[in-house]
Each structure stands twice: as structure tokens, then as C-alpha cells.
């Protein structure tokens, strides 16, 4: 059975054209430089059953560590691992930093209550994707490499950089459905409360959808919703995919990665969220609050 599930997992990465064109990053998440300019041909996105799910996952657990390397030059120190398993290759980033800081951090531009940078919850993050639907985040497992534990992310296709599309001028081709998913993305870093969203972590594939990486700076305690003046419409899936977060099985889920306290305040800013969509929708009607 077990050699059966590893020919599965190959014949469906056989079918992808690895493209890695993930963009350049602020701080040292940097998945890879930019390889693709908007005036490249990009090649047809993957699928969200090739980046998440069985396969991925499987694949990444298994497949044989070729080379690692470096990318970037800030504190996190990620490392590109060229992986092979049964004949077919992927690349995926693997992240080890975890650092966490009792008190208040003074950031470049804030100051924060009890720091924590880690690759748990890069896990965490991509566990919570997966419970509600969002299906932006590449599959992202724990894994030990070289007698380091770290997460290890599937290295997703995309065409550029939401900072690289900005500086090419490149405008998407239906606005509205381009801010149908910044209102995921947005949803999903407020539920999360991801302190570090930015440009350069917003990967845009060829049909204009996005992959969100880098959510080492998650899961605060917050009981607040950062921006909740951005809730203008909400997706219908997402709506019914954040009322499956339950505690308890959050704790199994994502229970290894992110503390207690962290779970019961993503609960509290789930129920803020929804609270907002009824407001919304008594305001203008279903029809206009939904999408």
C-alpha cells in the first residue's frame, strides 16, 4: 500500500511544470529572487490539489534532500532544499528559526508584547488554510534535515511579486475578481493576526490568484481585529469555512504549534469577523455583504 500512495504521489508531480518564481523578500522568508517578468510567458498555475493535500504533503515528508542553499540575509535564514522522490524533483523552503521573547520588543517601526518569530507557526498557519478553505498557502510540514527541525514549504509557482506587478505596472485582468482575493488574503491575516504582511510575500500566479508565504509572525494573543474598515464583502466559502474552527479540534490540528492562549484568540477574532458579516448584511443585503 505504502509503495502505491509513493507512484500516486509521483505521477501527480509529473504532471506540474516547476517554475520557481517565487518573489524577493523583505526580510529573510525570501522564498527565491524573481525569475519571471511580466513580460515572461508564465506557465500554467498549479493546482490547489498539487500545492496542498496528500501529495504535496507526502512529497515533501519523503522525497530525498539533493542540496540546500541559502536565501537572504535576515534573521530568519531560510534555505532552499532541492528535493527528489521516485524520479520526480521540487523545491521547497525549510525555515528553523524560533525565537520568542517575554516582554516588550522594540521592532523597527513598533513595539511588541511577547515576540515570537517561528516555524511552527508556518505549520500552524497552513493548518488553518486547510480547516477553512482559503487554499493560499503552499502545503508546509515539520521535518528534520541535516538534525535541524524547521518547517519545510512547498515552493509554489508564481508569476511575480505583488511588489514586482506594482513596479511593472501590471494591472490584473478583472478587478473585481482581484479584490475578491485580497479580501481572503485579508480576512485570513486578520483571523491569523499576521503582524507581517507585505509585498513581497504576496505571490501572484498566472491567472492572478495568490500564494501567501511567511507567517512566522502569527498567531498573536490579540483579541482585536487590526483593520476591520477592510471588510467590505465577504466570501461566501471562507464565511462558512471559519465557522468549522472548533477549540478542540484545533488542538489536535495545529495543537503541537501554537499555545492554547494563541487558539482561544484566533476564536475570539473568528467571532468578531462573523459578527461583522451580519452587520454588513443587514446594512446592504446579502446580495452586496456576499460574494
Do not use: C
Request: proline content about 3%; charged content about 25%.
Amino acid at each position: 500500500m505504502h509503495s502505491i500512495m509513493r507512484i500516486g504521489v509521483a505521477m501527480a508531480l509529473a504532471a506540474i511544470v516547476w517554475v520557481p518564481t517565487h518573489g524577493i523578500r523583505l526580510r529573510a522568508q525570501a522564498q527565491a529572487p524573481a525569475q519571471a517578468s511580466a513580460a515572461a510567458a508564465p506557465a500554467a498555475p498549479e493546482t490547489w490539489e498539487q500545492y496542498q493535500g496528500a501529495a504535496a504533503e507526502t512529497f515533501l515528508k519523503e522525497a530525498r534532500v539533493r542540496s540546500m542553499k541559502g536565501l537572504g540575509t535576515g534573521v530568519t535564514l531560510p534555505q532552499k532544499a532541492e528535493l527528489l522522490l521516485d524520479g520526480a524533483t521540487h523545491f521547497a523552503v525549510f525555515k528553523t528559526i524560533d525565537e520568542r521573547k517575554v516582554g516588550i520588543t522594540q521592532l523597527s517601526n513598533t513595539a511588541e508584547m511577547n515576540f515570537q518569530d517561528s516555524w511552527q507557526l508556518e505549520v500552524a498557519a497552513y493548518g488553518i488554510d486547510r480547516v477553512i478553505g482559503l487554499k493560499m498557502v503552499p502545503a508546509t510540514i515539520e521535518r528534520y534535515i541535516n538534525n535541524n527541525v524547521g518547517s519545510l514549504q512547498w515552493w509554489v509557482q508564481s508569476r511575480f511579486s505583488e511588489a514586482d506587478r506594482r513596479k511593472d505596472n501590471v494591472e490584473p485582468p478583472d478587478r473585481d475578481a482581484w479584490d475578491r482575493v485580497w479580501l481572503k488574503m485579508y480576512l485570513f491575516d486578520q483571523l491569523i493576526a499576521n503582524v507581517d504582511r507585505h509585498m513581497n510575500n504576496i505571490l501572484i500566479t498566472a491567472d492572478f490568484d495568490l500564494r501567501l508565504i511567511d507567517h512566522s509572525r502569527s498567531f498573536r494573543t490579540t483579541k482585536e481585529l487590526k483593520d476591520p474598515k477592510v471588510f467590505t464583502r465577504f466570501s461566501r466559502e471562507l464565511v462558512e469555512g471559519i465557522k468549522k474552527l472548533e477549540y478542540q479540534d484545533l488542538r489536535k490540528k495545529v495543537g503541537k504549534y501554537i499555545m492554547d492562549d494563541q487558539i482561544k484568540a484566533m476564536l475570539i477574532r473568528r467571532d468578531l469577523i462573523l459578527k461583522l458579516v451580519n452587520e454588513r448584511v443587514a446594512a446592504v443585503g446579502e446580495a452586496k455583504a456576499l460574494y
